[in-house]
């Protein structure tokens, strides 16, 4: 079974700054990765997924993620975040017929 | 509106008794998940059923049991067998997954929050 490692738990940065959040997978073959969102408060949501073709996926609400196939990752990215992205960010791995999540990462963007 | 509605939105629950959360979809979507969030370990799989009348254990099941008995509906009850049952809980639902075409994005209700008294 498939599973997922994001490297922080807690990130806190600034508006303006750029965001990297990590996700590593656990093994390769054909795989199909998610980063979902969930803002306080309300519902869990997909950002953004990697099914296939260009490695650099582009999201909703200006998130990116790169598929690095040979180094197991799929990190999420945002060149400049606002106070409105402060939430809790899931990785997902397809993994049979479910998915896996990572543990998530608590990010709060401060004014 | 198309979505996925879970109720009651806040359970309490005291010590020994079994309770039912609601999960219902109107998506049309084959497949329903139950997950448990804790803080600091993500979701974690309770139950999933890819078609009615169907349905598997995931990597939690111990202490809850599910019922699959129509499209747009799976309960789940968590015992008094659950040791520590104090979580939130998440439904979720998506297209069925096939094992060679795992495309299946899983869209989520806004959950339940079980405390137990």
């Known amino acids: 079974a498939q599973s997922v490692s994001q490297h922080n738990h807690h990130v806190i940065l600034s508006e303006a700054a750029s965001l990297e959040l990590g996700c590593n997978y656990s093994?390769?073959?054909?795989?199909?990765l998610f980063w979902y969102v969930q803002y306080p408060g309300q519902h869990l949501q997909l950002l953004l997924k990697?099914?296939?073709?260009?490695?650099l996926v582009k999201g909703i609400k200006g998130f990116e993620a790169e598929f690095i196939k040979s180094k197991f990752s799929f990190n999420l990215r945002k060149p400049s975040v606002q106070w409105s992205d402060t939430a809790e960010y899931f990785c997902a791995v397809w993994d049979d017929y479910k998915l896996s999540f990572g543990a998530g990462t608590t990010v709060t963007v401060r004014a | 509106d198309g979505g996925i509605t879970q109720s009651p939105k806040y359970l309490f629950r005291k010590e020994g008794q079994n309770v039912t959360l609601s999960c219902e979809q109107n998506?049309?979507?084959?497949?329903m998940y139950w997950y448990r969030q804790d803080p600091g370990q993500g979701l974690r799989l309770i139950y999933y059923?890819?078609?009615?009348?169907?349905?598997q254990k995931g990597d939690i099941a111990e202490g809850y049991s599910v019922s699959r008995e129509k499209k747009e509906s799976f309960p789940l009850t968590v015992t008094s067998a659950q040791k520590n049952p104090t979580a939130f809980y998440l439904c979720?639902?998506?297209?069925?997954?096939?094992?060679?075409?795992?495309?299946?994005?899983?869209?989520f209700g806004p959950g339940t929050r079980l405390t137990v008294l």
């Open positions: 059923s890819q078609i009615v009348n169907d349905f």
């Open positions: 979720a639902s998506s297209l069925r997954a096939l094992r060679t075409s795992g495309r299946r994005e899983q869209f």
């Open positions: 093994y390769g073959g054909t795989v199909n």
């Open positions: 990697y099914f296939s073709g260009d490695p």
């Open positions: 998506l049309n979507h084959d497949a």
